[in-house]
């Protein structure tokens, strides 16, 4: 599967955006998904993630109450829902996926960067203060 994240952009603090992950090659209904962000200098970090069956998420403290993952497979397409944008959420963003048989692992929400198999090449978020 190859993946496309779009919807990154210069914002000001306080500003709403949403980023998209648009899956090609298979349908992004058979995988479990997650956002990471990685800012300068630092190591990539989790942000949120949606189990293969849609029935469960997870967010990093840091963004809970804040971010939104929705994944839409009608549209082979996972989005993030950021709101009440800070600073400290300046990074580029990259959504992975991993590839889930069909058992009780589609209920599974991962949150290790190890754990994904695929990438995205990243879209760039900047908050301005």
């Known amino acids: 599967v190859q993946l496309v994240e779009s919807g990154g952009g210069l914002v000001q603090a306080g500003d709403y955006l949403r980023l998209s992950c648009a899956a090609s090659g298979r349908t992004i209904g058979t995988y479990a998904v997650g956002w990471f962000r990685q800012a300068p200098g630092k190591e990539r970090e989790f942000v949120a993630a949606v189990s293969r069956n849609g029935g469960n998420t997870d967010y990093a403290d840091s963004v809970k109450g804040r971010f939104t993952i929705f994944r839409d497979n009608a549209k082979d397409t996972v989005y993030l829902y950021l709101r009440s944008l800070k600073p400290e959420d300046t990074a580029v963003y990259y959504c992975?996926?991993?590839?889930?048989?069909?058992?009780?692992?589609?209920?599974?929400?991962?949150?290790?960067?190890?754990?994904?198999?695929?990438w995205g090449q990243g879209t760039k978020v900047t908050v301005s203060s």
């Open positions: 992975a996926a991993k590839s889930v048989g069909a058992s009780f692992r589609m209920s599974i929400v991962r949150t290790r960067v190890d754990e994904y198999d695929y």
